[in-house]
């Protein structure tokens, strides 16, 4: 499916980290593109860069994603793209001191990572089917979520982080298989240990100890790089039902 203005995309978690850098490359490629975010002040921000929209929505709330929809529509027509970037990443274990983990914390996680995704895949779906081809294969519409190399490596603390990314990666197929006749595809990305807000706010030194933990490249990974990888996604029509791995060949390590 070839990227152009005649195309609308919405991009949640867009005000920053990853979907800031694939909200820039979908603008870059002429698509039309509404940010979900609950950060107005940088999502109004990175909106007005791109000559995009931006939404103030919650992903866990059903009545607020419907509204984003309702508004990114309004400005651009039915959306062929969405990438799920909206996610969070609180630690815990499964019991520490003496304590278990908190249970709402473990639902929340599952609240905003993996049923946050399946919401706005269901809506957009919904809105993508009914539009026409744009291929020769009958193809509709793209959906790209993002799960974590924790759905398979996940670390000591990262229970909560770790089930709702495999949920997201498990869901990828069967989501694939039953929109294939309506003409949408379905994919998934794992980054690794990427640049995002929150590991960029520790220390140089820390931050190159990340990366060099990574085989090859041995550095962090760049938005820009998931970024492209969303490109190569949208382009490349026998991409489908699938996870991809986005990590420089890191494995990690239980804590």
Do not use: W
């Given at each position: 499916m070839?990227l152009?203005?005649?195309?609308?995309?919405?991009?949640?978690?867009?005000?920053?980290?990853?979907?800031?850098a694939?909200?820039r490359?979908?603008?870059?490629?002429?698509?039309?593109?509404?940010?979900?975010?609950?950060?107005?002040?940088?999502?109004?921000q990175?909106?007005?860069?791109?000559?995009?929209?931006f939404?103030?929505?919650?992903?866990?709330?059903?009545?607020?994603?419907?509204?984003?929809?309702?508004?990114?529509?309004a400005?651009?027509?039915?959306?062929?793209?969405?990438?799920?970037?909206?996610?969070?990443?609180p630690v815990?274990?499964t019991?520490?001191?003496?304590?278990?983990?908190?249970?709402?914390m473990?639902?929340?996680v599952i609240?905003v990572?993996?049923?946050?995704?399946?919401?706005?895949?269901?809506l957009?779906?919904?809105?993508?089917?009914?539009?026409?081809p744009?291929?020769a294969?009958?193809?509709?519409?793209?959906?790209?979520s993002?799960?974590?190399?924790a759905a398979?490596?996940?670390?000591?603390?990262?229970?909560?982080?770790?089930?709702?990314?495999?949920?997201?990666a498990?869901?990828?197929?069967?989501v694939?298989?039953?929109?294939?006749?309506?003409?949408?595809?379905?994919m998934t990305?794992?980054?690794?240990?990427?640049?995002?807000?929150?590991?960029?706010?520790?220390?140089?030194?820390?931050?190159?100890?990340?990366?060099?933990q990574?085989p090859?490249?041995s550095?962090?990974?760049?938005a820009?790089?998931?970024?492209?990888?969303?490109?190569?996604?949208c382009?490349?029509?026998?991409?489908?039902?699938?996870?991809?791995r986005?990590?420089?060949?890191?494995?990690?390590a239980?804590?």
């Amino acid at each position: 499916m070839k990227l152009d203005q005649s195309m609308a995309a919405v991009v949640t978690g867009g005000a920053s980290g990853l979907g800031a850098a694939t909200a820039r490359m979908l603008a870059a490629e002429g698509v039309k593109v509404t940010l979900f975010d609950r950060n107005g002040e940088q999502g109004a921000q990175v909106a007005k860069e791109i000559g995009g929209v931006f939404a103030d929505v919650d992903v866990t709330d059903q009545a607020s994603v419907e509204a984003g929809f309702d508004a990114a529509r309004a400005a651009h027509g039915q959306e062929r793209i969405l990438v799920n970037c909206a996610g969070i990443a609180p630690v815990g274990k499964t019991t520490s001191r003496g304590e278990p983990h908190p249970m709402d914390m473990f639902e929340k996680v599952i609240s905003v990572n993996l049923i946050g995704s399946f919401r706005c895949i269901a809506l957009a779906s919904t809105g993508i089917s009914s539009l026409d081809p744009v291929t020769a294969d009958g193809g509709r519409g793209v959906i790209v979520s993002t799960a974590s190399v924790a759905a398979f490596d996940g670390q000591i603390g990262q229970v909560a982080y770790a089930a709702s990314k495999a949920g997201v990666a498990g869901m990828t197929l069967p989501v694939a298989r039953d929109l294939s006749k309506l003409g949408i595809r379905v994919m998934t990305i794992a980054p690794g240990i990427f640049e995002t807000p929150m590991l960029l706010g520790l220390s140089q030194e820390v931050q190159e100890s990340l990366g060099q933990q990574v085989p090859f490249p041995s550095r962090l990974g760049r938005a820009t790089e998931y970024a492209q990888l969303v490109k190569s996604i949208c382009e490349n029509d026998m991409l489908n039902g699938e996870t991809i791995r986005l990590d420089g060949a890191i494995r990690m390590a239980p804590r």
